[in-house]
């Protein structure tokens, strides 16, 4: 028995001597040169509580005066997962709350899809009135070319009176008819979606499509009167036009192939030619299509079972204008707005437009830039939506900039029109004209101007203008104007109707 038991004791001494000898390492110990050779070999010292640890000046890891920045992808892990956590608490509680609130039963009139239908499938109809417009004009100017042509072969007379009246008479006449045609595809639009279609969805499709023809329209028109003034009027290197136009010069642009591309383009500026794919990627458009309709019925679940029980929570404080009711339920708004919102955002811009442009085989895909790095509100609106700050650019600020109008008073116009838009696109469909989608798009202009002068200091002056854009457009801005919206509403149509 004593036999074995001094057995087991040995071997656990060797085994302990050799897990120890395989930790040892050089130790620095006063007056020796262990670890201070780094070419000749390393000495095992047999002192193992004497290791100068503290050999050198250097600051804590967190402080400005480390040489070296660490890594905060640990934190960034930690927020994510508390940002997971939270949203989990809250799914709990709701279903603890209001249990299942999701339905499959949709209250809407069966007369506001056949109107919402109808609109939808007329309203492009004015693209082809443009284009019968454009036709016209096209063989006046093919005619006054010919003219000219016979009359000045060689091109060495000078415009006459009579021509130059002819022309004005003409652009003028071209641009009524365009005008017009353009301003009844957006007020007859919104007259039926205000007066006949009561579904706030369904008005905010039709609208929002018609807001889209009018502006393909209004480019179409524009860019084609350049085109023709560029071919009656060829001057020097400023008339010049690009050199991707060449590939369908005017007048060979105006057909109903060319129109119809544009119709369907992810684009809202005309051009008589894009730069073109190969071939369709059906397996990418698949996905694509996919996921925009998963995006869709999530972000229907998220309204359905969150967002409209805080609205309808939101009711009585906002009736009475409690404020610190308001403001609880406006930071939990805030939230679910977040989702919608970079849900509907990835939807739109990340996989319908990039489906649409797929099987178009259109080829410029920059939808969108990195607009969640923006340091300012202005940063902001050139990224986040580059086909309407495309022609935003394009047909209103540049033409200004070019007839002598300050860059501060342009911007201003085009900010001015974008919240009409706005308005038409919120409070047509919702039947409330209040103005705050106007308002919210014009106040934004001094934020703007205080935001463009953090991001030209150092330091802190970036970070401080992209907490300035997520808190204004986050957690104050979006939230705030959805409960005025629904609060109108309901005081028009709802609980809160008398």
Not at 16 to 26: A, E, F, I, S
Not at 104 to 126: E, G, W
Not at 383 to 388: A, E, G
Not at 431 to 442: R, W
Request: hydrophobic share 45%.
């Amino acid at each position: 028995m004593s036999s074995n038991v001094h057995t087991v004791l040995s071997e656990a001494h060797n085994v302990t001597n050799k897990g120890l000898g395989d930790v040892r390492g050089p130790v620095e110990v006063p007056g020796g040169s262990a670890g201070n050779d780094q070419s000749g070999p390393r000495i095992r010292s047999k002192y193992r509580h004497v290791a100068a640890l503290h050999s050198k000046v250097q600051p804590s890891c967190l402080s400005h005066e480390a040489s070296e920045t660490p890594s905060f992808i640990g934190f960034r892990n930690l927020m994510v997962l508390t940002i997971i956590v939270m949203n989990l608490r809250l799914v709990v509680e709701n279903a603890q709350k209001y249990g299942l609130l999701i339905t499959l039963k949709f209250n809407i009139r069966s007369q506001d899809i056949n109107t919402a239908l109808i609109l939808y499938a007329l309203t492009p109809c004015h693209l082809f009135v443009a284009y019968i417009i454009e036709r016209v004009a096209m063989e006046n100017a093919k005619g006054a070319v010919g003219r000219r042509k016979k009359d000045d072969p060689d091109g060495s007379k000078p415009e006459t009176e009579k021509e130059k009246s002819d022309f004005y008479y003409t652009w003028w006449w071209i641009a009524f008819a365009h005008t017009l045609n353009a301003s009844l595809a957006l007020l007859i639009s919104s007259y039926v979606v205000y007066y006949h279609v009561y579904n706030p969805g369904l008005g905010m499709i039709s609208e929002l499509h018609a807001i889209v023809v009018w502006l393909k329209t209004c480019s179409y028109a524009f860019t084609n009167r350049d085109l023709r003034h560029a071919m009656l009027h060829p001057g020097g290197p400023e008339s010049a036009l690009p050199e991707i136009y060449s590939k369908c010069p005017y007048p060979r642009n105006v057909t109903l192939r060319n129109l119809c591309y544009f119709w369907w383009a992810p684009t809202l500026v005309y051009q008589p030619y894009y730069p073109r794919t190969d071939r369709i990627r059906w397996t990418f458009f698949f996905k694509r299509v996919g996921e925009v309709l998963a995006l869709c019925v999530f972000i229907w679940l998220i309204c359905a079972q969150y967002a409209i029980p805080v609205l309808h929570n939101s009711l009585d404080g906002m009736a009475v204008l409690d404020f610190s009711s308001i403001a609880e339920r406006l930071m939990k708004l805030s939230t679910i707005s977040l989702i919608v919102w970079l849900a509907g955002f990835f939807a739109l811009f990340q996989s319908f437009l990039n489906a649409l442009a797929e099987i178009m085989m259109f080829g410029d895909r920059g939808f969108y830039e990195d607009w969640w790095n923006s340091t300012s509100l202005k940063m902001y609106w050139a990224t986040w939506n580059k086909p309407v700050y495309h022609f935003m650019r394009r047909h209103i600020y540049s033409p200004l900039v070019g007839r002598g109008w300050p860059p501060q008073v342009a911007s201003a116009l085009v900010f001015a029109f974008s919240g009409l838009l706005h308005e038409l696109a919120v409070g047509v469909p919702c039947h409330s004209i209040l103005g705050v989608a106007f308002l919210g798009m014009v106040l934004q202009l001094p934020l703007i101007q205080f935001t463009e002068s953090l991001t030209r200091k150092d330091g802190t002056g970036k970070v401080i203008g992209n907490c300035i854009f997520w808190i204004n457009f986050v957690f104050v801005g979006q939230p705030l104007a959805v409960m005025i919206y629904f609060f109108s509403w309901q005081a028009k149509f709802g609980s809160l109707a008398t």
